[in-house]
């Protein structure tokens, strides 16, 4: 697996966007697009050092938000995500989201778990 981005949790993407162009290079910034699998509010960051940096907001994130824990998930690219999830429950992770299609990344398979190092997403590639 390969690191493919770090998700950061908001109650308000826009502001955040801001916030991040005073202190970081941003090379790329998606439009942000509500995903009905995952109810959330997607925004994809591109860096200049190619570091990707998901903004997400809606309901799935409120609670964390509360808390202010902003830092949500780590996600990996992967070339079968059933094999990585079966590797990772045998390693104590278990699974939170099946795998579905994620529309931010054209429809890819994404699925979440809860692991020793936090919560990990794992998309196809």
């Known amino acids: 697996m390969k690191l493919h981005h770090i998700g950061i949790a908001t109650e308000d993407i826009e502001n955040l966007v801001e916030y991040?162009?005073?202190i970081l290079n941003i090379k790329d910034i998606s439009e942000t697009v509500y995903d009905k699998n995952q109810d959330a509010n997607l925004c994809m960051l591109t860096l200049e050092d190619g570091t990707k940096l998901e903004l997400v907001s809606g309901k799935v994130v409120e609670k964390i938000v509360k808390k202010r824990q902003f830092l949500y998930h780590t996600c990996y690219e992967t070339e079968n995500i059933e094999?990585?999830?079966?590797?990772?429950?045998?390693?104590?992770?278990?699974?939170?989201?099946?795998?579905?299609?994620?529309?931010?990344?054209?429809n890819k398979k994404v699925a979440f778990l809860m692991t020793n190092i936090g919560l990990v997403e794992l998309v196809e590639e």
């Open 83 to 106: 094999e990585e999830i079966e590797k990772l429950k045998k390693l104590d992770s278990f699974l939170v989201s099946e795998p579905k299609e994620a529309i931010l990344f054209q």
């Open 20 to 22: 991040l162009k005073q």
